[in-house]
């Protein structure tokens, strides 16, 4: 008995304290360590901010080059066969400009005739008058706990810590840690991402939760509110981030688990480019 | 006899490339488009089994710093990743200090405790010391994956430490 404690001992001490060879380092000084990093990281000392915030933005760069060969070869392929369909996507886009034209006639009115009726109303919006950032998207890396993205702007363009992020005009998630060249997007459908939103003829309010999953959820809606589909969602603005309007996406009138979802315009497996939106933050400044 | 011995030095960085590529790059085995609940640990068989079997290939050091470099890029907290690698790598030195024979069975099942115990020690810090939420059902399944590929990532592992690296196990 005594025998099989010594054993056990001995391997759990070796285990621990074992060098030697490709092992620099034992196990024991290595956890440690990792706990020290990981502590001085968490309670988020000055000078840890500044360290994390340089590793960050070096990481991200080389995670981007490092990621490359994965994004050229789709992007050759795909470039390969669009060649082949150029004349007849030539037409396409023709006719697209064409619709986007009378379309943008269309929004000229109704924006002048919103100013028009915003003045009446006396509540002139202090986030219209915003700055937008276009920047690229350097790592979307898919996890299955975290669902965000690395952008390649930072406080270094004004970037802040809870800036709304769309994509062509709709919303697909806020800034949650400002780099001095990198940020990172918690997005729409990340289970840590809440929103206050407006639906339907009614503007009624709810809250849109990311459930992990590709369509987030609605929450918190009005008691006996039936959600039929196709309705679209915006947001609220209520929490004095979101421009109040922005679009966000459409409800499914699914039922079960599945209940209350909203499909988003925007794909958030789908972004190369995204915008920043620069406004002035009331309540997350960083 | 230098390009054979160049050769073997390429092969036998592979699993350490591998786990570094993994860390820091957009490939990753998160693979919901596939099927909804489909997500595994490949870093973690990767650090297990090596440390089995070839101690002399996979650093330490080399496990905690993919783990720092996962961290950044996953935006966890810093370090949390790489106590985890260490818990299971600290599995595997144990089992392996202890037994002589390893077979596919054997290493399946220790695996499993390995794995329970670099999970529960990921999440509860993440969850008492994090504003970050995370799904316990996407941790259970994560789990299961992770335990229910390791077979084939074993048979995988084997075949490539047979024709390339040699020689017998640790």
């Not at chain 1, 202090?126 to 790592?139: A, F, M, P, Y």
């Not at chain 1, 970037?159 to 990172?184: C, E, F, H, Q, W």
Request: proline share 4%; charged share 20%.
């Amino acid at each position: 008995m005594a025998v099989s404690r010594d054993d056990f001992s001995i391997a759990f001490r070796s285990a621990l304290l074992q060098r030697g060879g490709a092992q620099k380092f034992s196990i024991l000084s290595l956890i440690i360590s990792a706990i020290f990093i990981f502590f001085l990281d968490v309670y988020g000392f000055t000078a840890m901010k500044t360290v994390r915030s340089v590793v960050n933005d070096v990481v991200f760069r080389i995670s981007y080059l490092a990621s490359s060969p994965v994004r050229i070869l789709p992007t050759a392929n795909e470039g390969l066969a669009k060649h082949f369909y150029l004349k007849k996507e030539n037409e396409e886009l023709r006719q697209v400009i064409e619709k986007y034209k009378s379309l943008e006639l269309n929004l000229e009115f109704l924006s002048n005739e919103n100013k028009n009726l915003r003045k009446i109303l006396d509540s002139e919006n202090d986030n219209s008058q915003k700055n937008i950032v276009l920047t690229k998207v350097l790592i979307d890396k898919n996890s299955p706990f975290l669902k965000s993205i690395i952008i390649n702007k930072g406080t270094k363009a004004g970037v802040l810590k809870g800036m709304p992020v769309t994509k062509n005009n709709y919303l697909i998630g806020r800034i949650v840690d400002a780099n001095y060249m990198s940020s990172r997007v918690l997005l729409l459908t990340d289970l840590n991402s809440r929103i206050p939103v407006t639906l339907g003829q009614n503007d009624s309010q709810a809250i849109l939760s990311g459930s992990g999953l590709p369509n987030p959820k609605l929450e918190y809606l009005p008691e006996g509110y039936e959600i039929t589909e196709g309705v679209s969602v915006f947001a609220s603005g209520k929490e004095g981030i979101f421009a109040p309007g922005t679009p966000i996406g459409k409800t499914k009138a699914n039922k079960g688990k599945y209940s209350n979802e909203v499909k988003l315009f925007v794909d958030p497996n789908q972004l190369s480019f995204v915008t920043v939106h620069l406004i002035r933050l009331n309540k997350e400044k960083n | 006899m230098s390009k054979f011995n160049f050769l073997n030095k390429i092969y036998n960085i592979g699993p350490v490339f591998l786990l570094y590529y993994l860390s820091i790059s957009e490939v990753d085995t998160n693979l919901e488009k596939i099927f909804e609940i489909f997500t595994f640990n490949l870093p973690i068989i990767i650090i297990y089994f090596w440390i089995l079997k070839r101690p002399s290939i996979m650093g330490t050091g080399h496990i905690f710093f993919s783990g720092l470099i996962n961290d950044v890029v996953m935006g966890f907290p810093l370090g949390i990743s790489s106590l985890s690698n260490l818990v299971v790598c600290f599995f595997s030195n144990y089992v392996r200090n202890k037994s002589i024979n390893t077979t596919i069975a054997s290493d399946w099942f220790t695996f499993f405790i390995a794995l329970i115990f670099a999970n529960i020690v990921f999440f509860s810090l993440l969850n008492n010391f994090s504003d970050t939420i995370i799904s316990y059902s996407k941790i259970s399944y994560n789990t299961f994956f992770t335990l229910f590929l390791f077979p084939i990532f074993w048979l995988l592992f084997t075949i490539y430490q047979m024709n390339f690296i040699g020689g017998k196990d640790a």
